[in-house]
Nanobody, 126 residues
Framework: QVQLVESGGGLVQAGGSLRLSCVASGRAASVYTMGWFRQAPGKEREFVAA????????YYSNSVKGRFTISRDNAKNTVYLQMNSLKSEDTAVYYCAAKAARFIIRFSERSEYDNWGQGTQVTVSS
């Protein structure tokens, strides 16, 4: 098990940027595949981005590709989500997720992840 704590959410105008952080604590946190998901009011939780344990491979949903960047610093047990050119439709609670594996095939599936953070609110005003 690993514990995840997100931070960095807030209110930003459309076109602006935010950087979310997720600190992982627990055994061997650096060998986890990490993902970001989001959930808007009245909608299901959806995949945003994921990275393999070493950051060697990253994946994005089509809706954020080219605007968001996922990265990780294993020395700090932290994964980041840099969000640029934010749109009102990016408004959601953003969740960090972890899977105790160096790589997973179904990286966009919620059911693949064993550990979840409490979420951080991102609100984009138009």
């Amino acid at each position: 098990q690993v514990q995840l704590v997100e931070s960095g959410g807030g209110l930003v105008q459309a076109g602006g940027s935010l950087r979310l952080s997720c600190v992982a604590s627990g055994r061997a946190a650096s060998v986890y595949t990490m993902g970001w998901f989001r959930q808007a009011p009245g909608k299901e939780r959806e995949f945003v981005a994921a990275t393999t344990w070493d950051g060697g491979r990253v994946y994005y949903s089509n809706s954020v590709k080219g605007r968001f960047t996922i990265s990780r610093d294993n020395a700090k047990n932290t994964v980041y989500l840099q969000m640029n050119s934010l749109k009102s439709e990016d408004t959601a609670v953003y969740y960090c997720a972890a899977k105790a594996a160096r790589f997973i095939i179904r990286f966009s599936e919620r059911s693949e992840y064993d550990n979840w953070g409490q979420g951080t609110q991102v609100t984009v005003s138009s």
